[in-house]
Structure formats: C-alpha cells, structure tokens
C-alpha cells in the first residue's frame, strides 16, 4: 500500500469509530430518557430529579395492562381544581393540580429546544405529543392545565401544549383541557 492510501485507509477506520461512538451515545440518551422516571404503584411514576409522583395517565383514562385505556376528558380551570381537591388513586388523596413549571418538567423534544424560560418550544419535527410516551402512554396532544395563575388577568390561567412542548398564559379558564395530577413537592 502507498502511503495515500494508508493515510485513508487509517481516515476511514477514525470516521467509523467516531460514527460508532455517536450511535452509542444516541442509544444511551434514548435509555436515560426512559429511565428517568422510577415506577411507583401501579399507573404511578416518580421523577427522581424533582421527587414529584405523577399519575401516568390523563383524567378520564385508566391504567390498565401498561396502558392509558379510555378517552382523556377535558375540564374547565375551576372544575380541574375541584376535581383534584380529594381525589383518591392508589390509596392516596393528595394528589393536585401541577404548577406550570412542574407540568413543563414533563416535556420530552426529540428534535430539542429553542427559546428561553417558560417562552422555550420543542425545535419543529419534535414529535408529538412532547412527552414520554413509553412512560405516559396515550397521551393526547392537546392542551393541559396547571394550577397557575396568569398575573395579568385573573380571568386567564398558565396551560402546556403537548404538541409543541410550550407553556402558554392568558387562556380563559373557562376553556376546557386535559389534566393530568400529580403529588409531592410544592
């Protein structure tokens, strides 16, 4: 072999390691994702990072055989509230309603994302909805609503778009959302 060739042939075996490392890393991301979450009773999972237990599935559906069976019903602000004062699943009945920030530690961009605080979206083609779906099945992609007033009219509340990972204010809480609950923390 001539030294050109040598010096591509040792070129190519670099590039080959370099594009084993990445793939490497890219299925060690995937897992850590997933891993995240620690399972807790059953349709339940903590979240080590914030110690918030949050239910898997949305209002209205059911945990059943590793699944979110049913349809995700939708509520006004004030009935979210309401409904969440009390309510009992797996044996407990403190669960509530997420603050925004709290809600938004769920969101899960594949592509990654842009912006800054409460203003950040999933970058476009992230897939939909912007959650772990391996660990929050059957999540719509929809609108979700936190506890969290929005300052500047106290007509309006914070809400999370699944479908773009974004925290959102000033939406009428007389609209209806999907919720889902969560205990712990705050």
Known sequence: MDQ???RNHSLMLVLLMLAALCLLWMTA???AAEDV????????VTDPRTGLTWMRCSLGQHW???????????FSWDEARAVAQGFRYGGRDDWRLPDIDELRSLVLCSQGMEGEGRRARCRSGSTWPT????????TPDGYYWSVTPYQGDSKH????LLRDGGAYDGYDRDWDHHVRLVRGGG
């Open 4 to 6: 050109r060739n040598v």
């Open 29 to 31: 991301m995937a897992q």
């Open 37 to 44: 979450y620690l399972p807790a009773e059953p349709g339940m």
């Open 64 to 74: 059943q055989a590793g699944a979110c069976e049913g349809e995700a019903q939708e």
């Open 131 to 138: 959650i772990d779906t391996r660990v929050f099945p059957d």
């Open 157 to 160: 509340a914070w809400i999370l």
